[in-house]
């Protein structure tokens, strides 16, 4: 099942957030995070917080979901507003994104009824970014067109693997050139923006699969490409499988490998590398919902199990659909924890996203210490210091294979 949700402070039932919380929120961008949970099956490697239809239990069906999801935006209105007019402390909405699960199960109308809400709610800004992810079986070239019309600009497609034993080791039930065709397909019915994702590091992957992978996915002529280490997650069908010795755990060595052959083959392409999982072909592929969780902005998240951040404070839903949905309808946050981040946790994780990010991290937000063992980090080879002034510090390929050391060295000099 899907991971367990962090501690926190319990929330008020009312998700009542201090005035002082909201009149910083003008500062910064705003967007919308949609969590659908539904899946029609299971990938043994995730461990999203996803349902089958015989996991969602009653009061819960696709068809209603999304009147649920309309009720919580209420709710982030009068929270967000607290008596005043929305637009005196938020900016119009800059990025909307739906995630998962899976919300192409959905009809693509019903997630326009989200958009719509949002954007008579809040106001949407004039290039805003609206994004879904997709499973390639589940669009059709028809279904594209509505999404378009819906205000849809960008698409995120789950490619994982172009190579059929992969995919089932991972569970993944596309069609290995299914991607591919949906690339293609959005791209005649006029998305601005494609992404394909991808997952290196499966059990008996070779390094002439993860090539074949890439070749299918640069091929496709995506504009923005995203490939992730696979990770195994305590309590998913492939954690117990690696337990149990019917599949090798994954090689971290090999997947320092792939990562390396990524950017490079990436790179010749005419990708650049602008987080350290992400590439696209320029700026405005970048996908920018993502950047407002790399840049600490602000962001609400409505379904179960979803995250929002304003000014400092974070919270997070309770993660089953039925729950939420009895909270919601009642009129009462459905939030299941709350934390207010200290100076320190802020500064913290700045230094642990900010590093991760090709703009990299500015020399004169960092801690005296932390400072001192730039020196040291670039000797090895793990940093360099953009010129002329060298103030902002940011990752060689090799160090963005040992991000977590740096951001330990950082962190502990500080």
């Given at each position: ?231 195994v997650e305590q309590g998913t069908a492939l ?38 999982s992400n590439w696209a072909r320029n700026d ?131």
């Amino acid at each position: 099942m899907p991971s367990a949700l962090p501690h926190g402070d319990p929330p008020p039932s009312d998700g009542r957030l201090p005035s002082a919380v909201l009149d910083r929120a003008a500062e910064l961008p705003f967007g919308v995070y949609a969590h659908i949970p539904f899946c029609q099956t299971r990938c043994g490697y995730c461990d999203f917080n996803t349902y089958t239809a015989t996991e969602l239990g009653l009061g819960v069906s696709r068809l209603g979901y999304v009147d649920t999801l309309l009720r919580e935006l209420r709710l982030a209105v009068d929270v967000l507003s607290d008596g005043d007019v929305i637009g005196d402390r938020f900016s119009p909405v800059t990025t909307i994104f739906f995630g998962g699960g899976t919300p192409t199960l959905l009809p693509a109308e019903h997630l326009g009824l989200v958009i719509r809400e949002i954007g008579d709610r809040f106001g949407l800004a004039a290039d805003v970014e609206i994004t879904t992810e997709a499973n390639p079986e589940t669009v059709t070239p028809g279904y594209l067109t509505k999404l378009l019309e819906c205000g849809f600009n960008r698409i995120s497609i789950g490619m994982q693997s172009a190579v059929p034993r992969v995919l089932a080791v991972l569970d993944r039930q596309h069609r290995p050139t299914r991607p591919e065709q949906v690339v293609a397909e959005a791209r005649a019915a006029g998305f601005e923006h494609i992404n394909l994702d991808l997952i290196y590091g499966a059990p008996y992957e070779t390094d002439a699969d993860w090539q074949a992978s890439l070749d299918a996915a640069i091929a496709a002529g995506p504009d923005h490409i995203s490939a992730y280490a696979l990770v195994v997650e305590q309590g998913t069908a492939l954690a117990r499988q690696v337990a149990s010795g019917v599949v090798p755990a994954p090689d971290e060595d090999a997947q320092a490998d792939r990562y390396v052959m990524a950017d490079e083959s990436l790179r010749a392409a005419g990708y650049d590398w602008y987080e350290i999982s992400n590439w696209a072909r320029n700026d405005a592929a970048r996908c920018r919902h993502n950047e407002l969780y790399w840049t600490d902005s602000n962001w609400w998240g409505l379904g179960p199990g979803a995250h929002s951040h304003i000014s400092g404070v974070r919270w997070w839903n309770v993660k089953h659909p039925s729950r939420y949905s009895s909270l919601v309808d009642e009129g009462r946050s459905p939030a299941a924890g709350r934390e207010t981040l200290d100076d320190e946790a802020r500064l913290t994780e700045r230094i642990m996203l900010g590093v991760r990010r090709r703009e990299g991290l500015s020399v004169a937000e960092l801690p005296q210490g932390a400072r001192g063992v730039l020196p040291q980090l670039v000797s090895w080879g793990l940093i360099e210091q953009l010129q002329p002034d060298g103030d902002r510090l940011v990752l060689t390929q090799r160090g963005r294979l040992m991000a977590d050391a740096v951001v330990k060295e950082l962190l502990t000099a500080g």
